[in-house]
């Protein structure tokens, strides 16, 4: 089975924080996504990467960047986290092109 | 831009029940579609993915179809079960190396 590790499932920060979300995955997939959750706008997608040191901006980069040194860590950074920011974010992998996004289970960040 | 809708957001049936959960797309030139459970506070579980070339694909008791034409896909769930409560979601991906775009999902309650 595939396993994708969001390491922080609950975190509460501060505004102006610079916070960090870790994700993880264990296949070996190419391709890597940070996507947020909100209630009535559904999945938005923030940034993407199609390999290591690759990254392409989604649809709602701006506030956020992304880090991916190895093939199996991708990491989100709000470099000074806003309240509009207070979100659940879903990092999700892919193998190839077109196949099928697998998610993990979600980190609820509060930004208080 | 492809829009994906999810109606109704909400549907409550009791056990035993067999149901149909609709998607609809606007632009029929489609490279899959994605069907997604999400259970509350966690991240999305894939269920099927049918590719254009595709009419139908099944796992247990769910069956998923695909009309390109009409932009259309439904999701069958056969003899629901109190346990199938959640959010179902389909997602749409354009190309073998576009983005989905997500529906914002259907609340499916089953009452026992």
């Known amino acids: 089975d595939v396993k994708v590790t969001q390491s922080s499932r609950y975190l509460v920060k501060r505004t102006g924080e610079k916070v960090f979300l870790e994700c993880v995955q264990d296949?070996?997939?190419?391709?890597m996504f940070w996507y947020r959750q909100d209630p009535g706008l559904g999945l938005r997608l923030i940034y993407f990467?199609?390999?290591?040191?690759?990254?392409e901006k989604g649809d709602i980069p701006e506030g956020y960047s992304v880090s991916r040194e190895k093939k199996e860590r991708f990491s989100l950074i709000l470099e000074s986290a806003s309240t509009n920011q207070t979100s659940m974010y879903l990092c999700?992998?892919?193998?190839?092109?077109?196949?099928?996004?697998?998610f993990g289970e979600g980190s609820w960040l509060t930004v208080v | 831009k492809q829009e994906v809708t999810q109606i109704p957001a909400a549907l409550s049936v009791p056990e035993g029940e067999n149901l149909v959960l609709n998607c609809s797309f606007t632009?029929?030139?489609?490279?899959?579609l994605q069907w997604f459970r999400q259970d509350p506070g966690k991240g999305l579980t894939s269920l099927l993915l049918i590719q254009s070339s595709q009419r139908e694909q099944t796992s247990g008791r769910l069956n998923a179809s695909l009309d390109k034409s009409s932009g259309r896909s439904t999701l069958y769930i056969a003899a629901s079960q109190p346990g199938d409560s959640a959010t179902y979601l389909c997602a749409v991906r354009a190309g073998a190396n576009s983005k989905l775009t997500f529906g914002k999902g259907i609340t499916l309650s089953v009452r026992p």
């Open positions: 999700a992998t892919q193998t190839g092109s077109g196949n099928t996004i697998y």
């Open positions: 990467s199609y390999d290591v040191k690759m990254k």
């Open positions: 632009d029929s030139a489609i490279y899959n």
């Open positions: 296949m070996d997939h190419e391709n």
